[in-house]
């Protein structure tokens, strides 16, 4: 079957406290998505709120998140990731590291969510690790 999915990730982020070359960020994001099956023409609406803190010294970063709410179907993390199986996510939580200079970033991230598949009776844990790198020039 064809799924149909429509979603907007409005976000406010800004600086707890910032000296030199150190900095406290925090972000706060929604996700909204209304998901409706081409055959049956059925939508249904999802909601979540992630929260992002991080601390900062000169080129690195350590970040905590989490979220909460109802997900499926979404599209995450900047588009790395494209949730496309019969499962409604309902949290996670995760860390990061992060190393920045001009033209280069590597981050590694660990990440654990919670999630129920279609008619399946219990739910179930995705650990991940990712190590993302990019260059620019």
Known sequence: SIIHTAQAIPFISWTWWQQE???????????SS????A???????????????SIGWTSFR????????????????QGFAAYNLP?????????????YSTHTMVQL????????????S??????SMILLFNASF
């Open 62 to 77: 350590l970040s905590a998140c989490g979220w909460a709410g109802e997900r499926r179907f979404a599209i995450v993390n």
């Open 39 to 53: 055959a049956s023409s059925q939508g249904d609406k999802y909601f979540s709120a992630d929260s992002d803190i």
């Open 109 to 120: 991230q660990a990440q654990r969510q919670s999630f129920q598949h279609d008619d399946v």
């Open 34 to 37: 209304v998901t409706a099956d």
């Open 87 to 99: 499962v409604t996510y309902d949290h996670g939580y995760g860390l990061s590291f992060a190393w």
């Open 122 to 127: 219990g739910k179930a844990l995705s650990d």
């Open 21 to 31: 070359s150190w900095n406290i960020a925090q972000e706060i994001s929604l996700l």
